[in-house]
């Protein structure tokens, strides 16, 4: 069974410009959440996705946002990047929606804004 | 926001000795979940360990077991005979209903395994 895959693995990019993000869940799961990874500010929760609808959203600018597909996988879209947009972006999925559901994670996405 | 403190950065264990690493939360909750996840260096984080509040019995699997102190919102993660694939970042994290879905972690215990 094929793991949650993150697309692309590494990123560079231009301040000012904008990037999308992919996260393909596992086959079966309809929850996808996303989180921000950096050494100052730690792991911290961006958005959640259940069936195409976003359930919860972290507290970061409106340039971050995301959405789901009706096969569940899901894109978030950074726009007008800045330098503290470096980050690992981690992405999740569960079978369901409770917090009770096991939580698998992707590798992630290296972003280099310069 | 809920907070999920890790107090040791950087943690160290002999190969085949015991190591525990220290996690406190902030809730005014009483029905949460508590996770311990790894990250390797591949970036990709693992789930260890999990513990529902309501469950007295200390979880365990395999070499990892932790005890869980509720009163004192403690969440601290033992392993048993270390082994070199152990070292990796540690991150204690919580859940609740009440907060939604989403994960706090804490900062993170580094752990390093010497042969």
């Known amino acids: 069974k094929a793991g949650v895959t993150q697309t692309p693995r590494y990123l560079i990019k231009t301040r000012g410009q904008q990037v999308t993000l992919s996260c393909s869940p596992i086959?079966?799961?309809?929850?996808v959440s996303w989180y921000q990874q950096t050494p100052g500010q730690g792991l911290q929760f961006l958005f959640e996705?259940?069936?195409?609808?976003?359930?919860n959203k972290g507290n970061f600018p409106g340039r971050f946002s995301g959405r789901q597909f009706s096969n569940s996988r899901s894109e978030m879209n950074v726009s007008t990047l800045e330098l503290g947009d470096s980050a690992l972006y981690l992405c999740a999925s569960s079978l369901g929606a409770g917090v009770n559901t096991e939580a698998f994670f992707g590798q992630g996405t290296r972003l280099t804004v310069v | 926001a809920q907070t999920v403190t890790q107090s040791q950065p950087e943690m160290s264990v002999q190969e085949a000795e015991t190591v525990t690493l220290s996690c406190t939360y902030d809730?005014?909750?009483?029905?949460?979940?508590l996770f311990w996840y790894k990250q390797p260096p591949s970036r990709q984080m693992i789930l260890v360990i999990r513990?529902?509040?309501?469950?007295?019995q200390n979880a365990t699997e395999n070499r990892f077991s932790v005890n869980f102190q509720k009163a004192a919102k403690s969440f601290s993660l033992k392993i048993s005979d270390s082994q070199l694939g152990d070292a990796a970042m540690y991150f204690c994290?919580?859940?609740?209903?009440?907060?939604?879905?989403?994960?706090?972690f804490g900062t993170g215990t580094s752990l390093t395994v010497i042969p």
């Open positions: 513990q529902e509040a309501y469950k007295q």
């Open positions: 809730t005014s909750e009483s029905d949460y979940y």
């Open positions: 086959s079966g799961h309809r929850s």
């Open positions: 996705y259940f069936s195409e609808t976003q359930r």
């Open positions: 994290a919580y859940r609740s209903y009440k907060i939604g879905n989403q994960f706090y």
